[in-house]
């Protein structure tokens, strides 16, 4: 397929008759013919190959892969999963109620999200893969720096619906060309002087201003 501009957290199927991943272990294909996708890692590139991870049934499964663009079925951003229903029978396990609480939250503050993690692989794939204990994995995109108080108020509103819900949750900002946690970013705001952990392609990085670090 022609390749859309990738970002972290993107689930892509892949196309039948992909190759195997080199030196994978030996659950890596099992869980690809359970469910055919992996998600795009912030990663660089090798030439034009993605930076890709398969998840196993157990957190300690985890690979690291490259997938050529050409061997891309399908992208499913989180912003196309958080229009998606679980299955009926699951639909209120604590990580997808809290979902359906988050989202008049997040779009009264005009910022554009879905879900990633656990739920939004569920929610791609229709593969059972949240628990009662799951967290809820959010990405909020925010191409312009947060106001602080917008900041705070999110955090604040996000974490009472978690507790209500039962469930705990991570969000996670999504810059340009990095991330980082709203919850480290709030922490900061209240603390002058203190740095919040960028993720970037190119590896982690400590910086005072998120927006002004691409």
């Known amino acids: 397929m022609r390749e859309r501009t990738l970002r972290p957290h993107d689930l892509l199927r892949i196309a039948p008759g992909t190759p195997a991943f080199g030196d994978a272990p030996g659950w890596v294909a099992e869980s690809l013919v359970r469910a055919p996708f992996v998600v795009v890692r912030r990663a660089p590139r090798i030439v034009d190959a993605i930076a890709v991870g398969v998840r196993g049934m157990t957190r300690s499964e ?79 995109r925010a191409p312009e720096p947060l106001q602080r108080d917008t900041a705070s108020s999110l955090f604040d509103a996000l974490a009472q619906a978690a507790q209500r819900a039962g469930a705990r949750i991570d969000v996670q900002i ?7 946690s709203l919850a480290e970013f709030t922490r900061a705001e209240s603390r002058a002087g203190l740095r919040v952990m960028l993720r970037h392609a190119d590896g982690p990085r400590l910086v005072t201003d998120p927006w002004a670090a691409s």
Do not use: K, N, Q
């Open 62 to 140: 985890r690979f690291g892969a490259w997938l050529e663009p050409r061997h891309i079925d399908a992208i499913l951003t989180p912003e196309d999963l958080r229009a998606r229903e679980p299955d009926a029978a699951r639909r209120d396990l604590p990580a997808f109620a809290l979902l359906r609480a988050v989202r008049p939250i997040i779009e009264g503050c005009g910022l554009d999200w879905g879900p990633a993690g656990s739920a939004g692989f569920e929610l791609a794939s229709a593969m059972p893969t949240i628990t009662r204990e799951s967290d809820l994995d959010i990405v909020v």
């Open 174 to 180: 999504e810059t340009p060309d990095a991330a980082f």
